[in-house]
């Protein structure tokens, strides 16, 4: 029943350990029914351990979400512990207390301290982990640990993903940076299910590390809107070696961090659940770039339009119904669409023929003009599918 | 592929034409491309012309919904003219005249003044409507007035509705409030491609009308969300012919107009587009009755919820995590959730078990316990699925 994924297919690289100063592993815990891997082990050698994050704005917040919030706090961060097959959320303070357990377990195992041990976990609401299975699995991840140990990683952290999901940037003067991402479903603003860790060798102080990630998160995971559900987990965690021994101009260092937030952020979308089309939406010549996020995300959550796209119709009038919910400048007259090029809305009445539209690929491109200003911006989402529907309907971890 | 909608079963009543003082008629002239029914007319004969009416709240409108806003203006409506098979939205000045040219054939036809007949329309957006068929057809209608025609309008303007939709309220003092609508997909606030038609043989004021017309929509048509999506076509008018000669007391005719509205909303959330569940959703003790209402709203907008009720699986951290995102007043740590009077979430966490939930009925009914106040509202939706996806990926009127 799970439809193909065509833009799903597995990078090359080993995301979180490309970056010196890393080792990473993924073990078989046994969280999980379904007997695959399920933990994933993340540790910073140093010498810096600065770090920064971004959490969900979701204001139920699972218990590892007020931990790791908690631990970046001072900046500091030795390990990150993941784990699938539980999202440890709605779970009173016995799931804060299991979450803290996780933590100390990594730092007696490691000889670290659980202050700067961040946890991060994903998979259903509303149930206790099965610690009995998770903590031994600490240990067996401790022992796993190596600096090729990222694509293990990366696939411990999948739920309904179908593939796991990395990217790198390696600089010209000597510093990389790398990360690993899941989130196939819940995928919405403020980050939605989805769980990434990025590591980078370069010697960057918290500040500046929080400056970048920020920058980045904002017009890349922040813009992913697959079906306009926020989760209750997400979590964004840029940790820094300093391993390079290379301090980079801040510009640079923020366009690697954004290069890697936007190739894991359109591998979400690649993979998100059910989907066979993805879909960028760019709202241009608005009056703010607030208000063209505004009615990018409008469009991006019509359910009626990604009924059509998945249908192949070149439904404009769905575009336009969107665009007309939002409190964005803009003269109902003037709004021009184009889908994959083709301008079939032109002055808010019918453009050129719909049928030079061609849908066909996976990829489509809505573009809305609104006439109003010279902002813009782009949110990505995808259809909506009877898969989708299937998956979430009957879904496990 | 479309679903059965055990509780969308055509109702006896006759609508519109249940009050004294009207006649209607629904005919085919041939604007639908199926050949059913696809013109109604309702007319007032007085001796009131008195009318109210709410319009979408889309910016992006359609050109009878700017026509029937400007009829409104003077309270006085002597016919209302309803076409399924086009929205004419978003079809320019060319759009626009063909309104006013519809206006002006019923006007012609039956001695009455254009600028008191409203124009509505629905169907497929940014299409011209086939005026060579509309016209004729309007002679047609007229020729088939009648004063039990009520059933045969409801009829006519459907879409993909799988029954017509009626009610009425027949008071002791010798007045009624009948009504007819139509809709089964994009229900959403602001009233959402809902086209419904009141009328009444009690003499009422317009103001009156209107005041009566207002308190009913926000508490029924406008909680009535089955997919989140907004119409540039809804349009709600109540006709009132005073004909029964009873000037009936403003909260009695005020309690009647309501139960119509709720009869027919509930009819709408019945009939939705590949529904198999329908949803009531109750917020209490909320700090504001809005703060209850922006609950309920995200609530019922969460795809994710709507796939889970579809699989009868009484996924409670979906509706938390829903309730998270909104700005209303609660303690994460002191939400309550019941899903069919099981609370299987208490004090934001696990609560009773949740194998104590039946979802086997078409009816699901969820409740959110905010403890943040005394407020309290309920908003309708659906469940997610398939043929919702199928229905709306190969959507013709």
Chains 1, 2 share one sequence.
């Not at 080792?23 to 695959?36: F, Q």
């Not at 704005?57 to 007020?66: C, D, E, G, Y």
């Not at 937030?261 to 879909?279: F, M, R, Y």
């Not at 083709?342 to 990829?363: H, I």
Request: with cysteine; glycine share 10%; aromatic share 4%.
């Amino acid at each position: 029943m799970t439809s193909p994924h065509p833009t799903a297919s597995a990078p090359a690289g080993t995301g979180v350990t490309a970056a010196g100063g890393f080792r990473a592993a993924g073990v078989t815990a046994g969280i999980k029914v379904s007997g695959t891997p399920d933990l994933a082990l993340v540790v910073n050698d140093g010498p810096s351990l600065a770090a920064a994050g971004v959490f969900t704005s979701n204001r139920v917040k699972a218990a590892p979400v007020h931990w790791s919030e908690q631990v970046l706090k001072d900046g500091q961060v030795s390990a990150v512990i993941l784990n699938s097959g539980g999202a440890n959320a709605c779970t009173g303070p016995l799931g804060f207390q299991d979450t803290h357990a996780t933590a100390e377990k990594v730092a007696d195992t490691l000889g670290l301290n659980a202050a700067e041990v961040a946890v991060a976990s994903t998979g259903l609401i509303g149930l206790r982990l099965p610690m009995d299975k998770l903590l031994p699995g600490v240990e067996l991840a401790a022992a796993e640990l190596s600096t090729d140990g990222g694509r293990a990683a990366a696939i411990a952290i999948k739920t309904t993903d179908t593939v796991e999901k990395t990217a790198e940037v390696a600089h010209p003067d000597g510093w990389t940076v790398g990360g690993m991402a899941k989130g196939a479903g819940m995928l919405a603003p403020g980050l939605a299910t989805m769980l990434v860790v990025l590591t980078t060798d370069a010697a960057v102080e918290p500040a500046a590390l929080d400056a970048a990630l920020r920058a980045a998160t904002r017009t890349t995971f922040d813009r992913v809107d697959s079906d306009g559900c926020m989760s209750t987990n997400d979590t964004v965690l840029l940790l820094a070696s300093a391993a390079s021994g290379v301090a980079p101009e801040q510009d640079a260092f923020a366009e690697a961090v954004r290069a890697v937030c936007t190739d894991l952020a359109l591998q979400l979308i690649g993979d998100a659940e059910g989907a066979s089309k993805d879909v960028r939406i760019d709202v241009v010549n608005a009056a703010t770039e607030d208000e063209a996020v505004d009615v990018a995300r409008s469009i991006a959550r019509n359910n009626l339009l990604k009924c059509a796209i998945h249908g192949e119709d070149p439904n404009w009038g769905r575009v336009l119904s969107a665009i007309g919910t939002t409190s964005a400048a803009f003269d109902p007259d003037a709004l021009d669409v184009a889908i994959n090029g083709v301008w079939v809305c032109r002055g808010g009445s019918v453009g050129d023929d719909r049928d030079l539209v061609s849908m066909k690929d996976r990829q489509v491109v809505i573009t809305a003009d609104l006439h109003a200003g010279s902002a813009s911006a782009t949110v990505w989402t995808n259809d909506l599918t009877a898969d989708y529907v299937h998956e979430n309907s009957a879904y496990s971890s």
